[in-house]
């Protein structure tokens, strides 16, 4: 491994199990009438019911323990994946965890606010703060910030997603990790979803310094799709800095809006298509925020021609499973006969 991609000198967590699996889908590729599809299965990574946020997650909290923290503090949606891990990966650690979660979805009911990531927050012992709006989301921040240095506690905060500089390592590693399991099998693609970006910009960072001829297609989550690029760019360049390398180029980076939909954590009906033809083909399960988006965008990319029959791509799975039971009455509407 070439210096810029050495990251022994980051304190790290052992959090997850790697590397995570990589998988021919046979069955998938033929429904789509080719390409040849590989999912890699980043839900399936070994701690609070898998996640991308894990890898992320390793950094962070291993740069928290360097420095004698002992309360985590993050943010969220009310269904987020990024807190669920979060304060699994705290319970591992013995920290305490504070999740601060807006309601900036635009949907209630018992599924959606008392099961999936929400009661696995509890479960994995989080306090849990659910909020209206930003003011109230700042204010109970400044609160928890407040009450644990009275208490003589020592925090950390987390941005969204765990996107940031120190956060993108993970996927810089994962990057890493796939390209040693492909073994010199030539891949013209990557499609993950793009969120908060730290997933994306990681995999752009590792691509630019491994010189890896592959394209990186950014599925945007959340609109707008036009502010993507810069997110990529700001977090590629910060986690650049860390590493003392130039700032790469990211002409193999393409962000596409094509599977936003109406708005973040709304799916659409292609959507739901994605998610039943990736678990009547391989047994795989998506989730109606992330995977469920990134998978339709591949469908339509795939018949609509732009990604060709003769091309291997490989589709990052980045888990969300438990969200799919905040979906429940809608699930079930989508998969009943």
Wanted: net charge negative; proline share 5%.
């Amino acid at each position: 491994m070439t210096r810029p991609l050495d990251l022994s000198r980051f304190a790290r967590a052992a959090l997850g199990t790697w590397p995570t699996p990589l998988e021919d889908c046979r069955r998938l590729s033929e429904a789509l009438g080719g390409p040849r599809i590989l999912v890699k299965r980043d839900d399936v990574n070994g701690l609070g019911v898998g996640g991308n946020k894990l890898r992320k997650l390793e950094f962070l909290l291993g740069a928290a323990l360097a420095g004698g923290v002992d309360t985590v503090i993050t943010f969220g949606g009310l269904q987020t994946n990024h807190g669920r891990q979060t304060a699994a990966a705290c319970a591992r650690l013995g920290l305490r965890c504070e999740l601060v979660l807006t309601r900036a979805v635009p949907r209630t009911g018992e599924a959606y606010e008392r099961s999936g990531n929400v009661a696995l927050d509890l479960l994995y012992g989080a306090a849990v703060h659910i909020c209206d709006d930003d003011a109230s989301t700042e204010a109970t921040y400044r609160r928890i910030v407040d009450e644990a240095a009275a208490a003589g506690r020592r925090t950390v905060t987390f941005p969204v997603g765990g996107s940031d500089g120190l956060g993108v390592l993970g996927y810089l590693a994962a990057a890493v990790e796939l390209r040693d399991q492909l073994a010199g099998l030539a891949v013209d693609r990557i499609f993950c979803a793009a969120g908060s970006c730290g997933t994306v910009a990681g995999l752009a960072l590792g691509v630019a310094l491994l010189d890896w001829p592959v394209v990186v297609e950014a599925v945007a989550v959340s609109p707008p799709a036009a502010d993507k690029p810069a997110q990529i760019r700001r977090l590629v360049d910060e986690s650049a800095a860390l590493l003392e390398v130039p700032r790469p180029a990211l002409d193999h980076v393409r962000v596409t809006g094509r599977a936003v939909g109406p708005g973040y954590g709304v799916p659409t009906a292609e959507t739901w298509a994605a998610i039943r033809l990736f678990a009547r083909t391989e047994g795989i399960t998506l989730d109606p925020v992330y995977t469920g988006k990134a998978g339709a965008a591949l469908v339509d990319a795939v018949r609509g021609g732009e990604t060709g029959a003769a091309e291997t791509v490989v589709f990052l799975h980045t888990g969300g499973l438990p969200g799919l039971f905040g979906y429940g009455p809608e699930l079930f509407d989508a998969v009943a006969p």
